[in-house]
């Protein structure tokens, strides 16, 4: 019975609502004017609730929690056309062995992805863009501990994962439409991976509103899909760092003014439906944002 609660509250927690920033800090379609930009800090806490495996079963696990400090930035370049960067500075990982009730720390930092964007057409209010970006392996990719269950006999249900260790070259196309205070935008991108690892497909549907002269507000979900082609080894690790890993996700962030240009905000995440590959869990972000 306990056991059974234990789950249901995973899964309650894992459809909780979820940050904007997951994978790298979406900034949809517009592309700053040349030499202005936006750039954000924040740090993100998450503490794992049952382990979503591939098998479609969830398993409880050691302690498991996540602290990263990531930082994301972009600049125009030119008219139409901007860079930008995702960068996961520092990423603490800690797990539990539920035999001896000891737990490791693993510290590293994440693999940063480069990108650039290009607005192909501006129609009245509407935007359209292409993306590309790269991600090459930084992080260390063999797994830094194994992963034990809590049920008898502790058996092993996966393998913690730091880094891929394969290079990510993704393809993306985004369409944006601004109201006065209101604005929509979705995207739809293809990232193919080396070295063996399933290609996959990503999208994303998102709603923002200034909420008052300070505060303003965004609402998405998305989604990582593999795009499975034959039977590929693939990573069991409550990362979801690693082969196959997918979800359905909502997202919500809300952020103040300070002073011009300036931010405050809050960030919430976690999985939909359809999670596979990760651990459950509410992470959540402080964040400090500029424009300039």
């Known amino acids: 019975m306990a056991r059974r609660m234990r789950r249901c509250v995973s899964l309650l927690v894992t459809a909780a609502v979820l940050s904007v920033a997951p994978a790298r800090a979406l900034a949809g379609p517009w592309t700053p004017e040349p030499g202005h930009g936006y750039a954000k800090v924040w740090l993100k806490w998450l503490y794992g609730i049952g382990y ?41 990982f800690t797990l539990e062995d539920p035999r001896t009730g000891e737990s490791e720390t693993h510290v590293y930092p994440g693999d940063s ?4 964007r290009w607005r192909f057409a501006k129609i009245d209010r509407f935007v359209g863009a ?3 970006s790269i991600k090459p392996p930084l992080a260390p990719a063999r797994p830094v501990q194994v992963v034990y269950g809590t049920d008898a006999g502790n058996p092993e249900i996966g393998r913690l994962r730091v880094g891929s260790g394969v290079w990510d070259v993704g393809a993306t196309l985004l369409l944006g439409y601004a109201w ?3 604005y ?58 690693g ?36 651990t459950g869990g509410l992470p959540v972000s402080i964040f400090v944002a500029m424009r300039f």
């Open 52 to 92: 979503h495996a591939g098998d479609g079963q969830t398993y409880d696990y050691g302690a498991y929690n996540e602290l990263f400090l990531s930082g994301y930035g972009e600049v125009g370049v030119a008219p139409s056309f901007g860079l930008w960067l995702h960068a996961p500075v520092l990423q603490t």
């Open 113 to 116: 992805t480069f990108g650039a």
């Open 130 to 132: 292409l993306e590309a």
């Open 180 to 182: 006065d205070r209101v």
């Open 184 to 241: 929509t935008s979705a995207s739809i991108g293809y990232l193919l991976r080396t070295d063996g690892y399933d290609d996959v497909l990503t999208w994303t549907a998102e709603i923002g509103a200034q909420l008052g002269t300070r505060w303003s507000g965004r609402l998405r979900i998305g989604g990582v899909h593999p795009i499975v082609r034959e039977d590929l080894a693939r990573s069991e690790s409550p990362s979801g760092i």
């Open 243 to 278: 082969n196959g890993t997918r979800y359905t996700s909502i997202a919500l962030e809300g952020e103040y003014m300070l002073v011009d240009r300036w931010y405050l905000g809050l960030t919430l995440e976690g999985g939909l439906f359809a999670v596979a590959r990760q």
